[in-house]
């Protein structure tokens, strides 16, 4: 079948809405049409990278109603509503599917990630969709399958954050608050929210932000250090420019001999552009430091996922104020400059319907 799709055709060039070719779903494969899909930052890295493979689909976080499956799907069926996400739920014998065969004006087109939710519809393997009840609002659910999946994910799994524990997030865009969010059920504190520009911070007070902090004015790592007595159980980058990566080893306690013989642990999220280098002499040997880093945070999406959904039923995960800009398929160039531009509050979606 045929659909209309965001292409990205040219390096340098805007993205162009067009026809693209879709093929039958595979035996494990899903023909799916979707309701919204998330605008993520990390999409802006291939539209900024000038070896970028063109032409190619983007997004990769969306919700979606099941239109047909292959003969070996289980558990969906027509008409199902699904989340979509890069991060897949199960791959049996460890081996990741195979991609769908598009093709625009005849030519192959690469998908970048598991599918392309830039698009009114999409064949996207069954490994990479977890059900989502059909009386779940299917507009803000579709951030997440990244930024809540992310952002959640990075604070009650990879660093398995503790109520109590002192919390810094560097970047208040839609995955950084919701690790301010993550890190607020679990009643850590305090909670800082680091970024560099005053309605970011104010708005992350909303997400269970205790304290903001403009990077822009004065040492972030000084205000950190004096918040937290010495520096925070945790910090989380969610941004992964160098000069946040720089500040996050820095911004967490140090070991102390006799007392406390490991230090803190400052967790890479957002995804760096560039080779950067962190402070092994400085940080990790003499101060005991733990740095690590995560994918998507949530690593079993049949179990978080809904998880994730109870949170936004019951109003622990406010969706509906994460979700401040919406956009139309044709005005994807636009909502991608407003969100380079730091004009987005939280995160933006595409609502095809």
Not at 3 to 21: D, F, H, K, L, S
Not at 262 to 271: D, I, L, M, N, S
Request: charged residues 20%.
């Amino acid at each position: 079948m045929k659909t209309r799709a965001a292409v990205y055709v040219e390096i340098g060039q805007p993205m162009v809405v067009e026809e693209v070719e879709l093929p039958d779903p595979g035996p494990t494969q899903l023909l799916v049409q979707m309701f919204a899909s998330g605008i993520c930052h990390t999409q802006l890295h291939t539209l900024h990278n000038p070896e970028a493979r063109v032409p190619t689909l983007l997004g990769h976080e969306a919700t979606a109603a099941v239109v047909a499956t292959g003969p070996r799907v289980r558990g969906l069926r027509e008409g199902d509503h699904v989340m979509l996400s890069f991060m897949p739920r199960h791959l049996p014998g460890g081996i990741r599917p195979e991609l769908p065969a598009l093709k625009v004006r005849g030519q192959e087109l690469r998908v970048s990630g598991a599918s392309s939710t830039w698009s009114e519809h999409a064949v996207v393997d069954q490994a990479f969709v977890v059900p989502l009840d059909d009386s779940v609002a299917t507009d803000v659910t579709a951030v997440i399958g990244c930024a809540v999946t992310t952002g959640c994910g990075a604070v009650i799994n990879t660093a398995r954050v503790r109520p109590g524990d002192s919390v810094v997030v560097f970047g208040a865009g839609g995955v950084g608050l919701c690790a301010i969010q993550a890190a607020a059920n679990v009643s850590a504190g305090p909670i800082i929210a680091v970024d560099v520009t005053d309605p970011k911070l104010e708005f992350a007070r909303g997400f269970g932000a205790t304290h903001g902090i403009n990077g822009s004015q004065g040492s972030a790592v000084e205000q950190i250090r004096e918040l937290t007595n010495g520096g925070a159980d945790f910090a989380f980058d969610a941004i992964g420019r160098p000069e946040t990566i720089a500040q996050l080893l820095p911004s967490v306690r140090p070991a102390i001999p006799g007392w406390g013989p490991e230090g803190g642990t400052a967790v890479q999220v957002g995804v760096p552009r560039q080779q950067v280098s962190v402070g092994v002499l400085g940080d990790i040997l003499p101060g005991g430091k733990v740095y690590r880093g995560t994918y998507g945070g949530s690593p079993n999406p049949e179990r978080d996922y809904p998880m994730y959904v109870r949170w936004f039923q019951s109003g622990k995960l406010p969706l509906d104020r994460l979700v401040s800009r919406r956009f139309k398929l044709e005005q994807i160039n636009s909502a991608c400059e407003a969100l380079e531009r730091g004009e987005i509050l939280g995160r933006a979606i595409v609502q095809m319907a």
